[in-house]
Every structure is written in structure tokens, then in C-alpha cells.
């Protein structure tokens, strides 16, 4: 029997569900304005997070008055988060960017995109195709970020663009597209429920994508829940297992899982020798991961690490494997996803139900970016490089082929690094707000400071980067334009517009098109009329990729059918009803590598870039806060209701022992000091870190003032979970002779940790 642990509602993040979706009021969500009564309703899809939840939008007069979980909606089944419920009353702050905003005054849109044009070609004509970039957002709609894309390489005749997603999923994306062939996210949400074993490594579902830690609620399998975290979380105290290594020993630890179940004969050896290459180069590489030097690395002593292995090897029926940004942002990334990706092909957990090598994605378009923004790849996972896919994407668009670039971009830190050498000059933000989010977010910002144009667009005319910025356009926000989003299970799911923008606000879409017309080009993009028009060319760039959709008949199907997974081809919908049903990749034992075969993927583990040290004795993780918090809370700060639900201070999570060492009480005021900044939070004593660590949430825009920047040399993706810093009671908050008594902790032993 599984059990949320005790909830203090004041930092209760977890979903609302049964009795939230009948008496919403009671709980101050949902309330509907007396005399309000919606006259319709209509379905959209969540755009905050990668789950991807269906809600019955209600409305008054063909505008949005409330909304509610869909229940019938096969991702959530009538339950949303926190986020979800407030999606609506977000798009009402006064802070929303109304009129283009040119170096500070509002300007009308013909100002503003003559100024775009002209800005963008001069920089481009005296410095070269390498000089403008634009940087994206899994927040906007696939067809969105596919219009960009396709705008700024095939039209405007840039070469570089990237976005927050490499923040994010680039690791899943370089991982599977070594070992699998294809960036191919094999599991359908349904295998939460049909697993025996689950194991979630650097993944906190219970607070990061809550709708999903309710399916795993809902597995009536009694399974094993296998938690792999340095920090005891709100899921690893729901967990049967839980391995509290040390921060960034998980390289380490998967390999030596790897070596015991090899020890044990716990492989499926019939599918690894007809579905994979590469294992006995593995098993042998493998060998050097003795129980006892893993014990010493990871923390976790040698019958912690036997039980484990026992529980996932060959014989214990259907085990998933699920990680997300605690895989994804570390210093060998790539190659920690491939350990996870790893042990489910040698003991075959993979293709069946309750299975997988499963990354969950974050953002609500997460995938969308991955398969259409055109900025790494050509769109629909081709590859700029190969001319067979340019002649193929440019039929398919019907854009002269001469006028897809042959590189492809250079990755987000590459853009910014080539700002601060004075390649990259002007830079176009969409929807994402790096001067809060960036690691090193002082180094990031003194680089936006050299771009001789700096264009961001935007809901919001108050984030960080978009009070740098030359030139903001105001955005219009989920719910007031229309479009599809692809969630982590590879679901393509349609939102409508339900609201009208506020003062000149546009969406994102039709910046995309004016900047087409203003710029001389709209010729090219005669096709890209409306959303739907777009999905109909990206399901021809799709044709005979793993992630072809050309059997979806259009939004209508969509919207009838709950959304549909890719792969979806044309000859699909007229022979079944699958389009309703949970799919996964990979049934047939067949990959998308050229011989079909999956591929054992591994290197040396190595310390992180950053080590705690005498100066800096602690080590610094960051990450999710409540699920009531999204990202920079650019929008969720808006919500009074979400407000509520959050701490009203920055909480530093210390162990009980160090602030005992330090002289810190709980609630005290700290500060947190690296090598590059300081900051004050408040002391919150807990044994949910180990001795020698702590934890901020990343949500406060001065966390990643500390963080250190380095990055996975595979997927470029930062590493934002090992970063060395010195925590010390804040002398300015009590009294002299408390000053006179403090002191700094020094690291514990690696026995504590
Ligand atoms: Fe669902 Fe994510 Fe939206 Fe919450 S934020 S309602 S979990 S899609």
C-alpha cells in the first residue's frame, strides 16, 4: 500500500484531484464568477509541463471563464496539478507585455518589426549568416516553433538557433539517438501502471509531474518503487527502495548494478544477442565496477547495492526505468542516461508493458521542440548535413532547397559563448528568460550585455531578459492562440484559442508571419497560413521517420481521438482504433539504428568539474520547488492562489548536523556563497540532505548566480546539480555575540555522506 507522507499545506504541492474537481470553490480554485455561468465548453491541453493533461475549458460568450480536469482525457483522467488549475488567471497579470516595447517605450507593431528587419539584415549583411541567432522555448506550440525555425534558417538566413529545452531534454535526445537510433522516448503512460519494479532515477515525480506519480498510484500491482536521489524526496519517502548516493555518483552506481546482475546471471541473454550490439564490451568494461569500489563512490553499502540489482535483474517481471533532470543536468549526462537505457536492454525490459528506458520530459512541447523547432535538426528529426534530407524537407515545404543551410546550429552555450566573442550579435529570445534560468546567470548576463541586439518575445514585458532587452514584442500565452504540443509520452495533443490577448499582443504565429511579410519573404512561406496549415507540412516532412504522423486527419482527430502518439502513419487510422489506445516502441525487438539494433553506450565516470574543498565545503544541488512553481515563475508568480501554496522565503535545505556545526537554527538567516555570488535564504534544518550537502530551489532568480558552469560534452545540456559553496549564519540578522560564535563547517568525512 503506497501513502503520500504527512502534508503541511502550506508547502503541499501534490494533485488535486476527486474532490477538487467536484467542489473546486471550496478549496479557492476554479471558483466560478457569480452570475458567470459558462454556455459552453471546449477541450485544451495543459501548457505548462511535458505530462501533457487534458481541461474542459469553460465559456461564457466564446471566451474562458473556468476550467477543469478533463476526465476523460487519457493522460490525467480528470485530475490536474496545482499549475493546471490556475492556467487561466495567469493570463491576467498587469505585468503582460501589451505593446512592443522599443528600448523601452511602447512603439506600434510597424515601428517594431521595421526595427526588427532592419536591426537583424544589417547585422546579418555586414557580419555573415553566423551573426544572429534566436533562441526558443519548449513553451510555444510545435507549429510555432517550426515557423520560427523555418523563418530564421530558410528565410532570414541564419544558421544558429537553439533553445531552453537544452536546458532540459538534450540529454535524452543525444542518449537515444546513440543507443536507440532515433530520439525515441519508448513508453506510453500506461506503463506506470503495469510495472512490477519502478525505478526513478533524478526524477521527483511527486512534485515535478505529480499527474503521473498518480498513475504509478493507480498501479494495482503492489510494485517495488525504487528510488535513486541524493536527496530524500517526497517520492523517495513514498518509495520501498531508496539509495541516497552521494551527488553525481550515479554513473558510477548504474555500472556497478550493471556488473552484479551480470555476476548473477540476471541478463536476457536471448534478447540482448538478437537486439543489441556492443555487450560484451559492456560486461567487460563493466567488470572493473567491483561492489566494494562502487560502495566506496556511491555511498550505498555492498547489500544495498545486491538488493537492488536482485530487484531489477532477469526474472523480476516488467521493470521501467524512468530519469529526468537529475540524469539530464549532470557533468557525463549523456552517458548516465545510456547506464539507465543500459540495464533495461540487458535484462529486456524494454518493448513490453510496465517497461522501458523512459525519459520524462519537462517543458509542455518538449518533444515538439525536439522533432520541429529546426534548430539541431532539420525538421522532423532530419539532419542538415545530408543532402538525401534537404531535397527531402524542402519538397515536403516546398522551400527552395538552396535555402536550407548545410550546418547545423551551434548549441545554446556555443550561441553565448560566440556572443562573448563577438561572433554572435544579436539574439532573438522566445519565450524563455535566460537571465534567470542561464547556469552562471551572472556570466550570462554580462554577455547579453555585449549583443549589439537584443529582441525578446514575450508574454510578460518584466523578465529578467526582457528588461535588457532593445526590443520586446509582446506575446500572446497559452489559451489565447491555438496549436499542438507533444508530451512526454510522444503525445500530440491540440489547444485552441479560448481567450483574446491583451492590448496589441500576438501570437507567437503571427509575429512569425509578419516578420515573414516585413522582411521580404513571405513568398516562401505562402503554405504557413495558420497553425493547422503548418501541421499539415510538418506531417510531409515526417513521411517515413520514426516519428511520421501523416495518418492524424487533422486537429478535429486530434481533439475526438485524446490526443495521438507518434508514430501515427496514413495507412493506421483506416484499420484500427489505436489512436485511443496507450502505444510503446520498440515491440518487435527492432530499433532504429541502421542494422536495427540497439547499442551499448559507456565511458569512464569522472569527478564533476566543481568539487566541494576546504573554501567551499558543501556541495550545491538546485531543482523543483512545489509543483505549484514552474521554472522562472514567470507565470505561476502571477497566480495568487499558487502564491499561497509556496514558501514566502528562499529555503535552504541543511543538514541538521552541519547547522548544528555552523551554529544555525532552523528558520535562521543564511547565506550561500560560491565562487561567483552570494545570497540569503533561510535555513531549513533537515535530514532530507546528507552531511556536507544542500539544496536551493531553482525558481528564485538569484540561485543560478552561484551555480558553476559546465556542461555534458555530449548534449551541451548544464550541469545545475554540483556546484561548491560555503554556507555561514547571516551576521547582519543576529546579534554581535552570536557573530562573535560563528563559524564555517567544514566538509564531513565521505562516511557521513
Ligand atoms: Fe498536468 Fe503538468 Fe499541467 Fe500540472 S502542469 S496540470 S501536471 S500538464
Redesign the pocket.
Known amino acids: 500500500m503506497l501513502t503520500f507522507p504527512a502534508i503541511n499545506f502550506r508547502e503541499w504541492s501534490g ?1 488535486l484531484t476527486a474532490d477538487l474537481v467536484r467542489k473546486p470553490a471550496k478549496f479557492g480554485l476554479g471558483q466560478l464568477p457569480a452570475r458567470r455561468m459558462p454556455d459552453a465548453t471546449t477541450k485544451a ?9 487534458g ?1 474542459n475549458i469553460h465559456l461564457k460568450d466564446g471566451a474562458a471563464i473556468n476550467l477543469t ?1 478533463d476526465p476523460d482525457y487519457p ?2 483522467i480528470g485530475t ?6 490556475e ?1 487561466l488567471s495567469v493570463l491576467d497579470a498587469p505585468d503582460r507585455a501589451k505593446m512592443p516595447l522599443l528600448h523601452g517605450k511602447e512603439v506600434g507593431w510597424d515601428t517594431a518589426l521595421r526595427y526588427f528587419c532592419d536591426q537583424m539584415k544589417r547585422i546579418l549583411d555586414q557580419h555573415g549568416p553566423e551573426a544572429a541567432a534566436f533562441l526558443s522555448t519548449g513553451q510555444i506550440m510545435f507549429e510555432e516553433m517550426a515557423f520560427l525555425g523555418a523563418l530564421a534558417k530558410f528565410g532570414m538566413g541564419m544558421i544558429h538557433g537553439d533553445g531552453n529545452t537544452r536546458q532540459c531534454m538534450a540529454t535524452a535526445v543525444t542518449a537515444y539517438k546513440e543507443s536507440f537510433g532515433f530520439d525515441a522516448p519508448p513508453f506510453t503512460y500506461a506503463d506506470f501502471e503495469e510495472s512490477d519494479v519502478l525505478v526513478f532515477i533524478g526524477a521527483n515525480p511527486c512534485i515535478a ?4 506519480w498518480q498513475r504509478v498510484l493507480r498501479n494495482p500491482r503492489s510494485p517495488e518503487i525504487i528510488v535513486v536521489d541524493p536527496r530524500t524526496t517526497e517520492t523517495a519517502m513514498a518509495a520501498t527502495q531508496h539509495y541516497a548516493i552521494k551527488p553525481k555518483s550515479d554513473l558510477t552506481l548504474l555500472y556497478g548494478l550493471a556488473h552484479l546482475i551480470i555476476q548473477a546471471g540476471g541478463v536476457d541473454q536471448a534478447f540482448v544477442r538478437a537486439s543489441t550490439n556492443g555487450f560484451d564490451e559492456f560486461a567487460a568494461f563493466a567488470a572493473d565496477f567491483t561492489p566494494e569500489r562502487v560502495a566506496a563512490e556511491t555511498g550505498i553499502g555492498i547489500e544495498g547495492l545486491r538488493h537492488f540489482a536482485q530487484t531489477i535483474m532477469n526474472g523480476t517481471p516488467r521493470v521501467s526505468f524512468w530519469w529526468t533532470m537529475g540524469v539530464n543536468q549532470g557533468h557525463q549526462a549523456t552517458r548516465t542516461a545510456q547506464a539507465i537505457i543500459n540495464l533495461a536492454l540487458m535484462t529486456g525490459n524494454i518493448g513490453k508493458p510496465g517497461t522501458g528506458a523512459n525519459s520524462i520530459t519537462g517543458q ?1 512541447n518538449a518533444m515538439g521542440s525536439r522533432l520541429f523547432s529546426n534548430t539541431t535538426n532539420l525538421l522532423g528529426g532530419h539532419d542538415f548535413r545530408n543532402a538525401a534530407h534537404r531535397e527531402k524537407v524542402a519538397k515536403a515545404t516546398g522551400i527552395p532547397v538552396e535555402r536550407i543551410p548545410d550546418l547545423p546550429s551551434l548549441a545554446y552555450d556555443q550561441i553565448i559563448q560566440a556572443a562573448d566573442e563577438g561572433t554572435v550579435k544579436a539574439i532573438w529570445f522566445v519565450a524563455t528568460n535566460p537571465s534567470h534560468s542561464w547556469i552562471d546567470q551572472n556570466e550570462m548576463n554580462r554577455i547579453l550585455g555585449k549583443l549589439d541586439f537584443l529582441v525578446v518575445q514575450d508574454m510578460y514585458c518584466t523578465t529578467e531578459t526582457a528588461k535588457r532587452a532593445h526590443l520586446v514584442l509582446p506575446a500572446a500565452g497559452w489559451g489565447e492562440k491555438e496549436g499542438c504540443f507533444i ?1 512526454s509520452e510522444r503525445r500530440i495533443g491540440c489547444s485552441p484559442k479560448v481567450r483574446r490577448a491583451p492590448g496589441q499582443a500576438l501570437a507567437d504565429f503571427h509575429i512569425f508571419r509578419l516578420i515573414a511579410h516585413y522582411w521580404g519573404c513571405a513568398e516562401v512561406f505562402r503554405e504557413w497560413q495558420t497553425p493547422e496549415a503548418v501541421f499539415r507540412v510538418l506531417q510531409r516532412c515526417s513521411e517515413d521517420q520514426p516519428c511520421e504522423i501523416t495518418g492524424i486527419e487533422g486537429y478535429d482527430m486530434l481533439r475526438r481521438s485524446g490526443g495521438v502518439q507518434w508514430p501515427f502513419r496514413k495507412n493506421q487510422h483506416q484499420t484500427s482504433k489505436i489512436q485511443n489506445s496507450e502505444r510503446r516502441l520498440f515491440e518487435d525487438g527492432s530499433f532504429f539504428t541502421p542494422d536495427r539494433r540497439a547499442v551499448f553506450c559507456f565511458d569512464k565516470p569522472v569527478p564533476a568539474p566543481e568539487l566541494a574543498n576546504d573554501r567551499f565545503p558543501f556541495v550545491l544541488m538546485t531543482g523543483r520547488g512545489t ?1 505549484a512553481q ?1 521554472h522562472t515563475e514567470t507565470r505561476t508568480a502571477k497566480s495568487e492562489v499558487l502564491r499561497k501554496m509556496i514558501p514566502q522565503d528562499l529555503m535552504l535545505e541543511l543538514n541538521d548536523q552541519d547547522a548544528a556545526a555552523l551554529g544555525i537554527r532552523d528558520g535562521q538567516d543564511v547565506r550561500v556563497i560560491s565562487k561567483r555570488a552570494e545570497l540569503t535564504a533561510k535555513a531549513r534544518l533537515t535530514a532530507c540532505v546528507k552531511p556536507g550537502e544542500v539544496y536551493l530551489p531553482m525558481h528564485d532568480a538569484r540561485v543560478n548566480q552561484l551555480t558553476h558552469a559546465s556542461f555534458d560534452p555530449l548534449s551541451r545540456q548544464p550541469s545545475y546539480k554540483h556546484s561548491a559553496v560555503r554556507v555561514e549564519a547571516d551576521l547582519t540578522s543576529i546579534s554581535l555575540q552570536r557573530r562573535a560564535g560563528a563559524r564555517t563547517c567544514v566538509r564531513p568525512s565521505s562516511s557521513q555522506a
Open positions: 494533485p491541453v495543459c501548457g505548462f509541463c511535458s505530462t501533457g493533461c481541461l480536469p493522460v490525467n490536474a496539478c496545482p499549475k493546471g488549475w492556467a509531474h505529480p499527474i503521473m509542455c508530451n509543483s514552474w
